[in-house]
């Protein structure tokens, strides 16, 4: 059940981050797929390195998903609001390093702050609990890293059954797709991102700074959160595109792109505010197969 109150219009950037702590009603793409795409999730997880596959993203993953969520409440929404409060410190500047979220969700918080502290407004995110976590789905970016970026020259394409995004050069490319996902990672590693459904108590909370009069409250008991997670995979070694070309499955699949211990998982997208934040985006589609 959600409750709301509103004594005025909160505009712009302010009330758009007030919106997205809110939650979303929108459902997530991943439900459109049969079971066929299971069973190919599955498999991807294990070559991935993921040994337990699903059954690791049904447990362990979500534990890590729930502290990623509270994280963002307690510890980073607070930091960017500091950032705001401080106008001794160019924009540039950080408090402290938070590499586990993608700086443009960063980026979202502080600018809602900024635009509501215009207007002598604050606003507080009181998570009260967390009632459940699943795992929506996931979805691969083969051949492209978020650091370092891909070559621009690099072209967008799509596979047939619309979950896996890969990149590959012209030159880097066999003839079959399954080689072409597979040379593409090897050359420039990938990018793995998870999507977890997460449904919270909350309060979300705007209102007067001089005063601490509310202006406009939400309260809801089961409040639906989409949350994207992002890993990276570095690759193992540097190739010409004629190596790659007379790699056998056998030699790409042991040459496959190792998972980023050190970077570790990165928040990336925060109920879609950033529409995916598909790294793939920033790359041409100027190829289809």
């Not at 924009?91 to 402290?96: G, L, N, V």
């Amino acid at each position: 059940m959600r409750s709301a109150t509103a004594k005025i219009q909160v505009p712009g950037a302010g009330a758009r981050l007030a919106a997205l702590l809110r939650g979303t009603t929108q459902e997530l793409p991943y439900s459109r797929f049969g079971m066929f795409s299971r069973y190919r999730q599955k498999l991807e997880l294990r070559v991935c390195g993921f040994e337990g596959g699903l059954d690791y993203f049904r447990g362990e993953f979500l534990d890590g998903a729930r502290f990623a969520f509270e994280h963002l409440a307690t510890d980073v929404l607070p930091r960017e609001r500091e950032r705001c409060e401080d106008t001794s410190r160019a924009e540039s500047d950080t408090f402290e390093v938070d590499d586990i979220v993608d700086a443009a969700l960063k980026r979202t918080f502080r600018e809602g702050y900024k635009a509501l502290r215009e207007d002598g407004l604050d606003l507080r995110w009181d998570l009260e609990d967390i009632s459940n976590v699943s795992l929506a789905g996931h979805s691969l970016v083969f051949g492209a890293r978020r650091h370092p970026r891909s070559p621009p020259r690099d072209n967008l394409v799509r596979s047939a059954h619309g979950l896996n995004i890969l990149v590959s050069q012209p030159e880097e490319r066999p003839s079959r797709s399954a080689d072409l996902t597979s040379s593409a990672s090897v050359a420039r590693g990938a990018t793995l991102r998870v999507d977890t459904t997460l449904v919270a108590r909350q309060t979300v909370t705007i209102f007067r700074i001089n005063s601490g009069e509310i202006v406009a409250a939400s309260f809801d008991e089961e409040a639906k959160h989409c949350l994207r997670l992002e890993a990276d995979f570095e690759e193992q070694g540097q190739w010409t595109a004629d190596e790659l070309n007379k790699m056998a499955m056998y030699d790409l699949f042991k040459h496959r792109p190792v998972f980023n211990e050190e970077q570790g998982w990165l928040i990336s997208d925060l109920n879609d505010c950033l529409d995916g934040n598909c790294i793939a985006k920033s790359l041409p589609t100027s190829l289809s197969r």
